[in-house]
């Protein structure tokens, strides 16, 4: 059974920048926002049922969904937001499923924005790695990236945090506070740590 670690944190805190770290360590990535971004541009039952769901105004000039108008409103509107997960989680959770029966590194990397106990048990996760930085950092990496208002920002990691929720399984932090190289240094220290845990 390939030894599976969690990679999380709230928006902002470099989820992306530390997965991409593990990568370039021979690591096989899997990231579940980047699948649901995919099924958002090109899965056409998805796009269709979000359509009429939110309505043409969720488009942009191309006549594709405007991930950001649609954060803003999720955000905003607890009711959507639980529609739209659950459109599009099950697709992701089936396409992860399927990768993770591919993976050939000696350990795999799931990026979820958010770790819950069901996770836990539909990808046999074995560990999590948390990804935190100090919160102005991370209000301005968003707004800057994004483009959205602060208080978009302050919901969406209020959200996130109240649903991740404390597990039994071992437990990694990653501080994204200082340089590159600060970061290289503590994914090259986890990658040795989950290299002996897989073995």
């Not at 459109?87 to 990026?111: E, F, N, R, T």
């Not at 048990?121 to 560990?127: A, C, V």
């Amino acid at each position: 059974m390939t030894y599976i670690v969690a990679l999380t944190g709230t928006i902002g805190t470099g989820k992306t920048t530390v997965s991409d770290l593990f990568g370039e360590l021979g690591i096989e990535i899997i990231d579940a926002d980047i699948i649901a971004r995919e099924l958002t541009t090109t899965n056409k039952n998805i796009t269709t049922a979000i359509t009429a769901y939110f309505g043409q105004e969720i488009l942009n000039n191309m006549l594709q969904i405007d991930r950001k108008k649609l954060q803003q409103i999720i955000f905003n509107d607890k009711e959507k937001k639980l529609w739209l997960e659950q459109l599009i989680h099950p697709k992701v959770q089936q396409i992860i499923k399927q990768k993770i029966l591919s993976i050939k590194s000696p350990y795999a990397i799931i990026v979820l924005p958010i770790v819950r106990n069901k996770s836990i048990d539909l990808y046999s996760i074995s560990s999590i790695v948390t990804i935190s930085c100090d919160r102005e950092t991370q209000l301005n990496r968003v707004m800057q990236r994004d483009h959205i208002n602060k208080d978009i920002v302050h919901k969406i990691i209020i959200s996130q945090k109240q649903e991740n929720k404390p597990c039994a399984l071992d437990q990694y932090k990653i501080e994204n506070n200082g340089s590159i190289e600060s970061l290289k240094k503590q994914v090259i220290t986890h990658d040795k740590i989950f290299r002996i845990n897989c073995r």
